[in-house]
């Protein structure tokens, strides 16, 4: 298949948006199918094997600079279409925006649509107003009937577009995303620690992702410093990587608890230099807030197989009646969203109790080797797109 994949991505702190880009179209390369990727011209520097690439120059979130990405992309699609046809046209997030499910129809290519987040959620955050609401929702709508596939990184998400868009279940593919397992393979702790001037005595909490609303980092913080008043675990440490939306309330309530010299902030951190941290640590945390939870019925991130896949035992916050609650229960400990006592409980069980974080260590990174690797993941993929493309 020649495949071209639109990629309008936020380039967030742990580069999440781009990780799993990046990983699907090179895998799918790699498979042997031909895939152009069209992303913002700050990522120019990246080279991914296999796939051809085009950098959109005007980009931007909202407004006007968001417009002309579009505006820009579907003009070099275009030209490409001409000189050798497309059999697919991919977008990644980017379910609220007309011109390219309109552009599939006058081409008589398929349309996949790739929905990682809630929009009408967000723009409820943004204070947007309900006639924005209900404009965005329409545009969703036509977006979604145009589509000939939608892929949905969890099930939350995929029941929300089969019950409130009405989408055919056959048409949507939940693609819980992946891990790469060399980058987080488990290795030696203390020449990881040295390497980055990490504290050599005392465990380690790592939080790695963006500073954003949908991660409850204000519970995280309030848990850790109840785990400080525990006197066998006085020594921790609580590693937060990355930046974002939230910094200055992070750092401030950093301060404000009193845990200025126990809490590491290191800022933003390439990808593809996270392997060390995470060898650095002893438990991994996803603190998710309640309504992302719900939204997604359960808490599978990308964070998650990444923490399993370096061995990570987790503390990630659910809810029973998930489709999550109990994998969480099997490979880490779940905790109730916005409790710190119980979040504190969770870790400082996980910290003192070296037996059950090597249990869950084995236990986890087995589980992503064998079923969230991200070659199965783009075989999945892969699977969803031959199909269209077969039907139509």
């Known amino acids: 298949m020649n495949i071209a994949y639109i990629a309008f991505v ?17 895998a799918l390369a790699l498979a042997g199918h031909d895939v152009t990727i069209f992303l913002p011209k700050p990522l120019a520097s990246q080279k991914w094997e296999k796939v051809k690439q085009v950098w959109i120059r005007l980009w931007g979130f909202g407004g006007i600079k968001e417009i002309l990405f579009h505006i820009e992309c579907l003009f070099k699609m275009i030209m490409l279409h001409r000189n050798k046809r497309f059999d697919l046209i991919y977008l990644r997030d980017m379910e ?19 929905v990682n987040g809630w929009g009408i959620d967000y723009m409820k955050m943004a204070g947007a107003s309900i006639s924005q609401i209900e404009k965005f929702r329409k545009r969703q709508q036509s977006d979604f009937e145009t589509a000939s ?12 577009i089969i019950r409130e868009y009405h989408v ?6 939940i693609q819980e995303l992946g891990a790469n397992v060399e980058l987080f393979k488990p290795g030696d702790q203390k020449a990881s620690r040295r390497a ?15 500073f954003a609303p949908n991660h409850d980092l204000s519970t995280l913080l ?3 410093k109840k785990v400080l008043a525990d006197k066998k675990d006085a020594d921790a440490t609580l590693l937060l990587i990355g930046s974002g939306q939230q910094s200055g309330q992070v750092k401030r309530t950093v301060t404000e608890l009193g845990l200025t010299n126990h809490v590491l902030l290191p800022g933003a951190i390439d990808y593809d230099k996270l392997g060390p941290w995470f060898k650095a640590a002893d438990i991994g945390v996803n603190p998710l807030t309640m309504q992302n939870i719900k939204r997604r019925n359960g808490c599978m991130t990308l964070k998650l197989w990444d923490y399993m896949a370096g061995g990570l035992p987790v503390v990630s916050t659910d809810i ?15 905790v109730q969203p916005g409790n710190p006592d119980e979040m504190a409980h969770a870790i400082i069980t996980l910290l003192e109790d070296e037996t059950l974080r090597s249990t869950l260590s084995t236990r986890s990174r ?14 999945e993929t892969e699977k969803l797109l031959v199909n269209l493309a077969r039907k139509k």
């Open 366 to 379: 087995d589980y992503v080797l064998q079923n969230r690797t991200w070659t199965k993941a783009a075989m």
């Open 168 to 173: 055919d279940k056959e048409n949507v593919l």
């Open 10 to 26: 936020e380039l967030d702190v742990a580069n999440a948006c781009v990780v799993h880009a990046r990983e699907i179209s090179e």
């Open 96 to 114: 609220n925006n007309g011109i390219f499910p309109t552009v599939a129809k006058l081409l008589s290519v398929p349309l996949v649509i790739e």
């Open 222 to 224: 309030r848990a850790f």
């Open 149 to 160: 596939g939608i892929i949905a990184s969890t099930p939350g998400i995929a029941a929300d």
């Open 320 to 334: 029973p009646g998930t489709e999550t609650y109990q994998f969480i229960n099997e490979y880490g400990i779940p």
């Open 196 to 210: 980055l001037e990490l504290p050599q005595d005392g465990k380690i909490i790592l939080f790695a992702g963006s």
